[in-house]
């Protein structure tokens, strides 16, 4: 069953045409790469931005504060 769908697919009238090239485009190409036009105005906006992220690996106790047994938040052993 699936060996006769896919020859009758390939059998079809062949490629697909070529997409429309966008109207928009090429009032934009004057500014540069990624420019779009505003529909309605004559007016060409590049939308852009970037994204920033951090990561801190460590040993110690989240929030770094109390460790129950030594003695507070200063690491150090109470005296015996």
Do not use: H, N, W
């Not at 109207?23 to 500014?31: E, G, L, Q, R």
Request: proline share 16%; hydrophobic share 30%; with cysteine.
């Amino acid at each position: 069953m699936v060996l006769a769908a896919g020859t009758a697919l390939a059998a079809g009238k062949g490629p697909p045409p070529p997409p429309e090239p966008d109207p928009f485009a090429k009032v934009c190409d004057a500014f540069g790469p990624g420019y779009q036009l505003v529909p309605g105005t004559s007016t060409c906006i590049k939308i852009g931005g970037y994204v920033r992220s951090s990561v801190t690996i460590t040993d110690k106790p989240a929030g770094g504060g109390f460790v129950p047994g030594t003695g507070g938040s200063s690491g150090k052993a109470p005296p015996r």
